[in-house]
Nanobody, 121 residues
Framework: QVQLVESGGGLVQAGGSLRLSCAASGRSFISYKMGWFRQTPGKDRESVATIRWGSSSTAYADSVKGRFTISRDNAKNTVYLQMNSLRPEDAAVYYC??????????????WGQGTQVTVSS
């Protein structure tokens, strides 16, 4: 059974940093794109960052470029999202997701349960 388990969310002051982790299990993700979405009440989920497990190619939403960094650790089968210079508008529930290459990122095959990030001004 595939599982994506997020951790690392919490409360941080504006300008601070958090690192989210997503522990993946249940299958090989070598042919998958992994990444993070976020969602606030009343809004659609927004793609934040992606990484191709095999090539480590990354992509970011314009709103987080230069502040967030996505990475992965093969040995731990874990994807990370390092979030620096956090702003109040970054507050959301962050979801880890995985999508088979060629399936499209808009509808990932797997989702984590989400972790709350709160940024105080």
């Amino acid at each position: 059974q595939v599982q994506l388990v997020e951790s690392g969310g919490g409360l941080v002051q504006a300008g601070g940093s958090l690192r989210l982790s997503c522990a993946a299990s249940g299958r090989s993700f070598i042919s998958y794109k992994m990444g993070w979405f976020r969602q606030t009440p009343g809004k659609d989920r927004e793609s934040v960052a992606t990484i191709r497990w095999g090539s480590s190619s990354t992509a970011y939403a314009d709103s987080v470029k230069g502040r967030f960094t996505i990475s992965r650790d093969n040995a731990k089968n874990t994807v990370y999202l390092q979030m620096n210079s956090l702003r109040p508008e970054d507050a959301a529930v962050y979801y880890c997701a995985a999508s088979a290459l060629g399936s499209g990122w808009s509808r990932p095959d797997y989702w984590g349960q989400g972790t709350q990030v709160t940024v105080s001004s």
